[in-house]
């Protein structure tokens, strides 16, 4: 179980990589916090035991906190003059609405050659019309978080997605107009810089699925 300083610490360093564009030390985040180093790393091996950040391998150094990436993925999203970047394009809606701005994401269709801009302008995805490939059911995404999120990629074609998934030997899941995405981006991670962080329960996050429309096996936590 996280305690109220665990998430104490999830907020705050949220909040930070939000203002900065990157992680402040666990120095910075233990005076931030009013409390020793050592009590911040144990809140970050905490959160990452319960899987509501990553740290480096072997260390306490945040090395994904999502929507945010810590070091270079496959999407660079630019709110303004600012910009951060995302492991994948659910992530990058996820930065936009919890930045709460306008942002251009730029990525890569299939995580291939050609590349695309999805714009978020006043609460809205323009690219209505892209699709949206996750390979990686959710019970398995933090076996490995990092390859769950390069496994999710923009399409043009459905037909295009069955082409990838043959041509790199990963399996078809769940397939999802760009619009949709967003929609559950934004509720997902709309509030994870203004509000108190927590960590969703099963049971809310079986909700939140339910609500956008993911009710198919592939959705499944279990």
Known sequence: MLTDFDLRVRGALTREIAARGY???????????????????????????????????????????????????????????????????????????AVGADADISTRLGGEREPVVVHVRSGEVLERALLFHLST??????????????????????????????RHALPKGAVVPLPQMWAFAREW?????????????ADEIAGVFQRHGFTSPFWSLA
Not at 33 to 57: F, I, M, Q, Y
Not at 138 to 166: G, K, L
């Open 189 to 201: 991670y709309g509030d994870y810089v203004r509000a108190p962080w927590r960590k969703r329960s």
């Open 23 to 97: 992680a402040p030390s666990n120095a910075e985040l233990a005076a931030l916090l009013t409390c020793s180093a050592a009590d911040v790393e144990r809140g970050l091996r905490a959160l990452h035991n319960a899987h509501a950040l990553l740290l480096h391998p072997n260390t306490t150094r945040p090395w994904a906190v999502p929507p945010f990436a810590l070091s270079p993925g496959s999407c660079w999203v630019e709110i303004g003059e600012r910009g951060w970047w995302a492991n994948c394009l659910y992530c990058g809606l996820g930065l936009a609405a």
């Open 137 to 166: 059911p959710p019970r398995h995404w933090w076996d490995n978080v990092i390859h769950a999120c390069a496994s999710f990629q923009p399409f043009r074609t459905e037909r295009e997605v069955d082409d990838w998934c043959v």
